[in-house]
Nanobody
Framework: QVQLVESGGGLVQAGGSLRLSCAASGIFFSLNRMGWYRQAPGKQRELVADITSGGSTNYVDSVRGRFTISRDNGQNTVYLQMNSLKPEDTAVYYC????????????WGRGTQVTVSS
């Protein structure tokens, strides 16, 4: 069974940094596009950043220049380095991956809470 498990969330002061990790486990052939999404209370889930298997990246405007998405294909892990955090970055952060196994489909992690205090 394929799973995505996030880690690295927590409470940080404004201006601080956190690094999120998302590890894929189970039996699969490859990870295609991987992404980080977030959902704040009362708001819709939004894409924060994603990265292709070749390393091309995409960011939402509100985090560009502050967040960096990267991946380690050998470790089947994707990271989100978050710097200069702001209170408006507070949300549950979810990892999503397009994973090739017997079928190709999207998987979601359960999420990790990021809270930025002012």
């Amino acid at each position: 069974q394929v799973q995505l498990v996030e880690s690295g969330g927590g409470l940080v002061q404004a201006g601080g940094s956190l690094r999120l990790s998302c590890a894929a486990s189970g039996i699969f052939f490859s990870l295609n596009r991987m992404g980080w999404y977030r959902q704040a209370p009362g708001k819709q889930r939004e894409l924060v950043a994603d990265i292709t298997s070749g390393g091309s990246t995409n960011y939402v405007d509100s985090v560009r220049g502050r967040f960096t998405i990267s991946r380690d294909n050998g470790q089947n892990t994707v990271y989100l380095q978050m710097n200069s955090l702001k209170p408006e970055d507070t949300a549950v952060y979810y990892c999503k991956g397009t994973i090739v196994s017997l079928t190709t489909r999207d998987y979601w992690g359960r999420g990790t809470q990021v809270t930025v205090s002012s």
